[in-house]
């Protein structure tokens, strides 16, 4: 993609690019599919009504504008800049995934599809897409890997109270990678009257842009509340990163402000040298899968290896591939966290704030807790809380030893 | 003797002359282990195979139902590689230099392989073509850049979801012969119906000069005569794989060979006794 200098906001191309990055690496019995639903955002894209349902629905529905918090105990304890906190972990269904399903299902149900499936790791994909399902009176069929099942009961029984069928993916490592490649086999078996809800900035074109765009509302609220709050920009952004759909709707609508520095938090597991991680731009290479051309964690022949992570939401060995191409360009600061760390800022954040913060976005408190400090007091750091801990408090308690 | 292509090519032209369809046999490179699969491989040519296609595994295999995903594991838990396939089909050529070999699989073994090396090594390895599941007509020019000028077939997939508008897009730069995905869906799953088939076969040639083989989801000697009777070829994957793992699960890993010989010499005679496109 040849970008022009005064702009990182105009990507993909025609092609669905970021550069290198991106495209459309699917089957021909899906080709004609994607270029389908390509058609259908764009229309969707341009009818006001379109635009004005989803408002409604953000509004009264999923609660938005979610709050830009300033966390002063926690701003105190580290005694550096500033930092608010965007409570997207307030929205209905308890994290930032329903910003992008909500927009998912509109435009699935302005193509008259029926039966919605998607593929979750943490489950709150799942449990987003099981929602917006029973409101829109769809079908929903969830693919969610053996392990995530057994990590994430509590969300399991939810998408089932919500009327969802969740099918368990043994295949594989039974985590949410084999969940996508359970998801693109249905997709492709049942191509008539299904709509695949791809719960990341990943996949094939259109959809790390159309994802992208949904979560934008994060960062065009979070642009708005801190001009209002501080009549300024701030001096940087965090957001944790799986797939890194929170984390490209936060940073997005800054990418044209040169003052303004961004830190993508990935997965570190037990430390990049274990082996042990989820971090795709730390530890992988270009690679091709699920639809995209993007870092993935794999070996020398190509094969993909297994992600680590105690946080199931992160646990998936590729990323979107505009955070590629952003990383690749400079734009963006790529960092890792280990599970040690954020159960660690999971603590903090509780003790301090009153707030547990899902595993996902403890590794962005993690973060700010190395990087707060480091600025000065006059800086202003905006921090995306894209879920609440509650699904996570039996990984948390057996990580710290506790017998519930 | 030229292959490549050019052995594709006369294999299908031999099959002409013949007046019947030829019979495309699949099983996944190095199941269950590398020794016991080149076995595997050798069994299919002499058991009346006209074209092998050769899977290449891959942990992500998303077109793939479970018989084929599971020979993949087998296959990296063996220790293949694509290197190792490499080798398989160089060694292959020893003593057949006339069954045109394809791989099949995904882009990203290639992809980590470098396009340009991997042409160049296949073709000298005595490979003639590639199916590459993931890569369409709008991603393909990355690696037809490098197996055009090599002599390697790339042949492309063509699927009911596939437009008549769009057909010419995916046949354009084709070579080698078409391959039609009968149904929508994974492999090792039922079989299209084939009056379905017929009408969408005859809109692929009417597109294309190039041989049509039908694939998925046939798995007996009267399907595989049946659709016979209406394409150039037809394919048999996971029927032939399912072979393989009993003999791993009867624990008798090294019978595997003698029981594809038995399957793909009934499915050739089922081809063999179609009646023909050009009879029909």
Partial sequence: ??????????????????????????????????????????????????????????????????????????????????????????????????????????????????????????????????????????????????????????????????????????????????????????????????????????????????????????????????????????????????????????????????????????????????????????????????????????????QIQNAHSISAGLDYPGIGPEHSWLRDIGRVEYTAITDDEALDAFKLCARLEGILPALEPAHAVAQVIKTAPTLGRDAILVMNMCGRGDKDVFTVAEALGVDL | MAGGSARIDRRFASLKAEGRAGLVTFVTAGDPDLETGARVMAELAMAGADVIELGVPFTDPMADGPAIQRAGLRALAAGVTMVKVLDMVRDFRRTDTDTPVVLMGYYNPIYAYGPERFAADAIAAGVDGLIVVDLPAEEEDELVRFTDPAGLALVRLVAPTTSAERLPLVVGRASGFLYYVSITGITGTAAADISKVAPSVARIRAASELPVAIGFGIRTPEQAAAFAAIGDAVVVGSAIVQEVEQAVLDGAPATAPDRVRALVSRLAGGVRGAATPAAS
């Fill in chain 1, 1 to 302: 993609m040849s970008h022009t200098p005064n702009t990182f906001r105009a990507g993909p191309d025609e092609h669905g690019r970021f550069g290198l990055f991106g495209g459309r690496f699917v089957a021909e019995t899906l080709m004609p599919l994607i270029l389908e639903l390509e058609q259908a955002y764009d229309a969707a894209r341009r009818d006001p009504s379109f635009a004005a349902e989803m408002a409604l629905f953000q509004r009264d529905y999923v609660g938005r504008p979610s709050p830009l918090y300033l966390a002063e105990r926690l701003t105190e304890h580290l005694g550096g800049a500033k930092i608010y906190l965007k409570r997207d972990e307030l929205n209905h269904t308890g994290a930032h995934k329903i910003n992008n399903v909500l927009g998912q299902l509109l435009v699935a149900k302005r193509m008259g599809k029926k039966r919605i499936i998607a593929e979750t790791g943490a489950g709150q994909h799942g449990v987003a897409t099981a929602t917006m399902c029973a409101r829109l009176g769809m079908d929903c069929v969830v693919y969610m890997g053996d392990t995530d099942i057994v990590r994430q009961k509590p969300n399991v029984f939810r998408m089932r109270l919500l009327g969802a069928e969740v099918r368990g993916v043994s295949s594989g490592t039974a985590t949410l990678k084999d969940a996508m490649n359970e998801a693109l086999r249905d997709w492709v078996s049942n191509v008539d009257d299904t709509f695949y809800c791809i719960g990341t900035a990943a996949g094939p074109h259109p959809y790390p842009m159309m994802v992208r765009d949904f979560q934008s509302i994060i960062g065009e609220e979070a642009r708005a509340q801190v001009l209002e709050r501080e009549g300024r920009l701030p001096d940087l952004l965090v957001a944790c990163i799986g797939g890194g759909s929170n984390a490209i709707g936060l940073f997005h609508p800054f990418l044209d402000d040169p003052a303004v520095r961004m830190m993508g938090v990935e997965a570190a597991g037990h430390g990049i040298d274990s082996g042990a991680h989820a971090a795709s731009l730390a530890g992988g290479t270009p690679g091709v899968l699920h639809g995209n051309r993007t870092y993935l964690l794999q070996d020398a022949d190509g």
